[in-house]
């Protein structure tokens, strides 16, 4: 009896304490619920405080009101209040150390060396050497390219004349039937693939075949010059074609004054104005007004005195008698005669441009033993 009793209160116990663990299982939950709402309404209300935190540091004249336009039928009641939207502060996050890089509103284009021949129209004033300058090529380059006008004589340039100025020193060349790369390259001792590889020469690679009449630039070519000038007139009898040389050619034949051996200069001016002494031009072209004195560099005898072919117009040549000669060309007017001595100052014409010549000036030259030599050498310094 006794046994039974006890085994009847420990199965009444045994549901009691389940309930009561359910029930402490189901209060832990309940609080972890509201737990999490609280965090969540918290986290929520903490960024709109924030977010009116920023609109209030915004200042008036950072505020941005929005105002719309539209026709008087769609516009807002006159009742209708305005607002103002606040735009949030930017704020310019931290950055690492880094090099900034500056805008440059400039943009360099590069500049490419020129391939393709210039016109150039001869003005008044202008000289071959003058030209050449100009366009930083050689006066032999512009010389070689216009041959057909100035046949290798830079005193045939005149005004108006239409110029070929190649881009850089070269021989512009016209393509001849039966012609081939390597022989124009030969002839102008030149290379084949300076040819070739031009690119204003528009060649083709793969087929390297220039058409006749086709006008091609051989840079670095070269070749011989023909040369136009007066001979050297002895004052001995020498028989001197006027039909060669021109109207003012002498008899010969003279004696009379030498030379001291020491020249002067022979315009009051003592620069160039046009060409330089170089190879396709003997002598050196003096600046002098049209009608200013030309004086004769040295004591002589005159052994041509007038007109001369070759470009030189009225021209004065005065034989020294010791190995050298002088050449006075483009005179508006000659004042002394065939024969004639003169004295190292004396006054033998005046500038002008007779001739081939696009403007005053006095050409001069100095020859000695027959051969061509540069009046710089001779002449004391400016």
């Known amino acids: 009896m006794g046994n039974s009793a006890g085994r009847k209160t420990s199965l009444q116990r045994t549901?009691?304490?389940?309930?009561?663990?359910?029930?402490?299982?189901?209060?832990?939950?309940?609080?972890?619920?509201?737990?999490?709402?609280?965090?969540?309404?918290?986290?929520?209300?903490?960024?709109q405080l924030a977010v009116r935190a920023a609109a209030e540091l915004v200042t008036p004249a950072n505020k941005t009101e929005i105002k719309t336009e539209a026709s008087p039928a769609l516009s807002e009641p006159a009742s209708a209040s305005k607002s103002a939207v606040a735009l949030p502060v930017f704020q310019q996050p931290e950055t690492a150390a880094s090099i900034s890089r500056h805008?440059?509103?400039?943009?360099?284009?590069?500049?490419?060396?020129?391939?393709?021949?210039?016109?150039?129209?001869?003005?008044?004033?202008?000289?071959?050497?003058?030209?050449?300058s100009k366009f930083d090529v050689k006066p032999e380059t512009i010389l070689w390219a216009n041959y057909d006008q100035l046949n290798d004589n830079p005193d045939t340039i005149s005004l108006g004349m239409e110029?070929?100025?190649?881009?850089?020193?070269?021989?512009?060349?016209?393509?001849?039937?039966?012609?081939?790369?390597?022989?124009?390259?030969?002839?102008?001792?030149?290379?084949p693939e300076n040819i070739i590889n031009w690119p204003g020469n528009n060649i083709d690679l793969t087929n390297p075949v220039v058409d006749p009449g086709t006008w091609v630039l051989i840079p670095g070519g070269h070749r011989e010059f023909r040369q136009w000038i007066i001979p050297t007139i002895p004052r001995?009898?020498?028989?001197?074609?006027?039909?060669?040389?021109?109207a003012g050619a002498c008899d010969g034949g003279y004696g009379g004054a030498l030379g001291t051996g020491s020249f002067i200069w022979p315009a009051g001016n003592h620069s160039l104005?046009?060409?330089?002494?170089?190879?396709?031009?003997?002598?050196?072209?003096?600046?002098?007004?049209?009608?200013?004195?030309?004086y004769a560099a040295d004591s002589g005898v005159v052994v041509f005195s007038g007109w001369a072919l070759g470009g030189y117009g009225y021209m004065v040549m005065v034989d020294h008698g010791n190995g050298y000669q002088t050449l006075y060309g483009h005179l508006s007017n000659i004042s002394v005669y065939c024969g004639a001595s003169v004295g190292q100052g004396a006054v033998i014409g005046y500038a002008g441009s007779t001739?081939?010549?696009?403007?005053?000036?006095?050409?001069?030259?100095?020859?000695?033993?027959?051969?061509?030599?540069?009046?710089?050498?001779?002449?004391?310094?400016?």
């Open 103 to 132: 805008p440059v509103l400039h943009t360099i284009i590069p500049t490419r060396a020129p391939v393709e021949v210039k016109d150039y129209k001869v003005d008044k004033g202008d000289s071959v050497f003058e030209i050449a």
């Open 355 to 382: 001739g081939n010549s696009t403007g005053a000036h006095l050409h001069f030259e100095v020859r000695y033993q027959g051969g061509f030599v540069n009046p710089w050498y001779v002449l004391p310094p400016p």
């Open 163 to 191: 110029l070929k100025i190649p881009p850089v020193n070269g021989v512009y060349y016209k393509w001849r039937e039966g012609d081939t790369i390597d022989s124009v390259a030969a002839h102008f001792s030149a290379k």
């Open 236 to 246: 001995g009898k020498a028989g001197v074609s006027r039909s060669v040389y021109g």
């Open 273 to 294: 104005s046009g060409n330089d002494y170089w190879s396709g031009h003997l002598g050196i072209d003096i600046a002098a007004g049209e009608g200013a004195p030309t």
């Open 15 to 47: 549901p009691a304490r389940s309930g009561i663990w359910l029930s402490v299982v189901a209060w832990v939950i309940a609080l972890a619920v509201v737990a999490a709402a609280v965090f969540v309404g918290w986290r929520v209300f903490s960024e």
